[in-house]
């Protein structure tokens, strides 16, 4: 016999959940403080709903709340997320290759995952420059994929009728004047990259800033990218090429038969003489 009593409560603890995530995702960059207004608003919900939902969030450290009685995310979301990036299987491949390549370049180096289902990408890693970059993604900034080193190696790293499939789904943003907005133009991009073993951008994704990336698979399946990225001033194209092939060296040394093929691996004495 089915009790319905039993099945009603099952949806409405649902129900709570999902609201619950709504109301931590309505923050965002953009709006990292909410007032409860704003709050409610953003997630859907009747003030009275989103008031209980975020006093419970506050008491549990997911959320936490200035003086003024504005909300922000709480250190718990902190902790978590450290330990998802940690256990990582795409960090636990790349930490070697993202070690060494902090060490050799001294550029930031950035570890990216891709999500497959909504076509985003998400920085799960970054080793910081000696000098960091006066902007930069930081580690949890999601972004939608696209153009940038990032987005092209990881559409390379994908068999070329899923990426006719994928690109002209995808919502380009001219972010700089220098971005590729044109779905064409992202395809022959990407195809490039592949013959190329990584991809690169100058000024693409952020105005002044250059870089490399080259796809990682995890068990097959393309699961991101690493890259190397700094201020295109010391990142002429020369450069730019010299860093793609470390970059893929030091994937292939530290985790052989863990990514797509690569050419054969250079043997550079220094970083200066690449």
């Known amino acids: 016999m089915i009790d319905l009593d039993d099945d009603s409560d099952r949806r409405r603890g649902v129900r709570s959940v999902a609201r619950a995530l709504d109301i931590l995702t309505a923050f965002s960059t953009a709006h990292p403080r909410l007032h409860l207004s704003q709050l409610a608003e953003a997630a859907g ?3 009275p709903s989103a008031h209980r939902i975020a006093v419970t969030l ?7 709340q200035d003086p003024d009685g504005a909300y922000l995310l709480g250190i718990r979301l902190l902790e978590l997320g450290n330990q998802v990036s940690e256990s990582s299987a795409l960090t636990h491949l790349t930490q070697p290759a993202a070690d060494e390549l902090a060490r050799i370049t001294g550029e930031t180096v950035l570890t990216a995952e891709v999500d497959w289902s909504d076509c985003t990408l998400i920085i799960t890693g970054k080793r910081q420059a ?3 970059l006066a902007v930069s993604s930081p580690v949890g900034r999601r972004s939608v994929l696209g153009g940038g080193c990032i987005g092209k190696a990881a559409l390379s790293g994908l068999p070329p009728e899923r990426v006719a499939e994928i690109v002209p789904r995808l919502r380009l943003t001219r972010r700089t004047p220098r971005a590729i907005v044109d779905h064409q133009e992202l395809c022959a991009e990407v195809e490039v990259s592949r013959a190329r073993g990584y991809a690169i ?3 693409e994704y952020l105005v002044g800033v250059a870089g490399v990336a080259v796809p990682v698979t995890v068990d097959g399946r393309v699961a991101g990218a690493l890259a190397v990225i700094g201020p295109a001033s010391r990142f002429m194209r020369r450069q730019l090429d010299r860093t793609g ?3 893929r060296q030091q994937l ?3 985790s052989p038969g ?3 093929p690569v050419a054969t691996a250079i043997e550079p004495e220094g970083w200066e003489h690449l």
Do not use: C, K, W, Y
Request: positive net charge; proline residues 8%; hydrophobic residues 30%.
């Open 258 to 260: 863990e990514r797509r």
């Open 45 to 47: 919900l009747p003030r």
């Open 252 to 254: 292939t040394s530290a």
């Open 58 to 64: 506050v008491e549990r450290g997911f959320l936490r």
């Open 130 to 132: 000696a000098h960091p």
């Open 201 to 203: 951008e100058s000024g």
């Open 245 to 247: 092939q470390l970059v």
